[in-house]
């Protein structure tokens, strides 16, 4: 808000002064009674100091710019004086004054030059035949990847016998392979017996692990192992916030690590649409994490991914459960339903050579739908199932040569031909990367590849196009334990 002034009042100057005598009546004119007067008059209604960025070239403009060059000449003749300011130098050193200077000098020494005082050696000195040690001396060294406790020590100057002592006595407390790459081994030697014998180990300080640490001591001729544990706080990492412009950077800046964000994106991936998140959305998750007392901090695994849409309804709850196939388990729903989405695997290792579509026949020699994909390997190479099912049919088909077909839930089968050699029969159940066959070139073939086609209800469709999903349902114990873990993530407090 802000206040205007009255019209034709808001000009300064000259031109503000003419438009306001316009506006007030006039008033009958005063005859000045002498010269004095009239010139007092016409000071007093002059505009000496106008503003010049208006009616330039004017008479009024000139007398203003009249009138500011005389203030400034004004200001330059009236200056104040600035005298020098007197500056004291020091007399120069000569003779023996200056030979004392030099001696005591920096500079020259820092350039090189020999200068300084020195005494010569009295008969009270006695010549050393050697350099003397150090009693003890610190240092550090790395522990390197497939690296050794052993080998560490060894280039740290400790002998042999010593570093496989100390080994053995680490061993007792952590397992040696336990020790990560970058681990830093503090030591302190003492005094060697001869200059042909290594430096014993006086002490030796490092991390073993996250909640351990360990000193080896030395006791007269022994070494004593002293562990350290270190307080841990496993408090899991709860983090709710809202999703805002994307789930990534709103999470990232909550504090949550960039692994852990993957592995949530990645749960909510193949349950929705990760278009369907809105920024009104709540996300929730929690992560395994160990803080120690010294400051550390470890985030572990995902634990719990959820989602709340704008209205505080649950859109999502999925919880980790189990260790399968060396992956961590995988993430289930409250009701025990774990969802599993992606593409067909390639069933034998190659290159493609032909792809789905319209193509030159290379036996026939003309235009022909090529209802699946060649894929060029070595004779012989296994032939793997793509997916789960059944085998629907095994033997000879033709221009197929020796032919498998799979049955797969969802209304998809995948065929495999041009097999030298069969490994399973009709009827039998097969798993994801089970041997079917093996690549060779029977039936209408040039040379030794798989031909792989799927169907989708009976129609080919192209095998590296289709997203394949499974559902499976857990049920008992199974169930009732993941609801009580569920229970027990979410009663930890959110940041």
Known sequence: MFLREQQGLELAGAAGSARMRALVPAAAPLVPSSIAD??????????????????????????????????IGAAWMTRPGMPPVLGYAPPAVTGVALEETRTQGIAPLGLGATTGRRMAASGLVRHLTETPERPQIDLTVTLGGGDTLSNALGRAGVGMNEAARVATLVSGAVALDQLKPGTILSLTMGRRPSRLQPRPIEKLTFRAGFDLNLAVNRAGDALLLDRQPISIDRAPLHVRGLVGDGLYRSMRAAGVPARVVESYIKAVAARMPIGEVGAADTFDLVADQARAATGEVEVGQLQYAGLVDAAGKRRLQLVRWGDKDGEGGSFMDPAGQVERRGFMGMPVAGRVTSTFGYRMHPLLGFMRMHKGIDIGAPYGSPIYAAIDGVVQFAGRSGGYGNFVKLAHAGGYASGYGHMSRIAVSSGTRVQRGQVIGYVGSTGMSTGPHLHWEVWKNGVPVNPRAISLSSVQTVSGNTLRGLKAKLARLLSAPAR
């Not at 016409?42 to 009249?66: C, E, F, K, M, Y």
């Open 38 to 71: 009239r010139l007092r008059d016409a000071a007093v209604h002059t505009d000496w100091v106008p503003d010049l960025g208006q009616n330039i070239g004017s008479r009024t403009w000139w007398r203003g710019a009249a009138t500011c060059v005389a203030l």
